[in-house]
């Protein structure tokens, strides 16, 4: 069993920058490919990034792609989320989550966690 809290989110102008961080629960962390994914209002979720279980391999969805990067410290149970450039649309809640699969690990069908997730508001 792995909890998730995600932290971080708040509101910034457009063009600002916000650190998104989740810290897990357990002592398996570093078994597990971690994701973030996004709902925003009306809309289904999404995937935003994933990285592997070493942190040598990141994953981006084409919407973020120079503007998030992703990275874990397995020592601290935590993967955080660095967010640039931010955008009115990237307005959303953003949920961190576990895979037991390798990654890219794009589909949320692949994860067995979730946090509750924390709200990155942006504004025009």
């Known amino acids: 069993q792995v909890q998730l809290v995600e932290s971080g989110g708040g509101l910034v102008q457009a063009g600002g920058s916000l650190r998104l961080s989740c810290a897990a629960s357990?002592?398996?962390?570093?078994?597990?490919?971690m994701g973030w994914f996004r709902q925003a209002p009306g809309q289904e979720r999404e995937f935003v990034a994933s990285i592997s279980r070493s942190g040598g391999s990141t994953y981006y969805a084409d919407s973020v792609k120079g503007r998030f990067t992703i990275s874990r410290a397995n020592a601290e149970n935590t993967v955080y989320l660095q967010m640039g450039s931010l955008r009115p649309e990237d307005t959303a809640v953003y949920y961190c989550s576990a895979s037991a699969r390798s990654p890219p690990a794009t589909r949320q069908s692949a994860y067995n966690y979730w946090g509750q997730g924390t709200q990155v508001t942006v504004s025009s």
């Open positions: 357990g002592r398996t962390f570093s078994s597990y490919t």
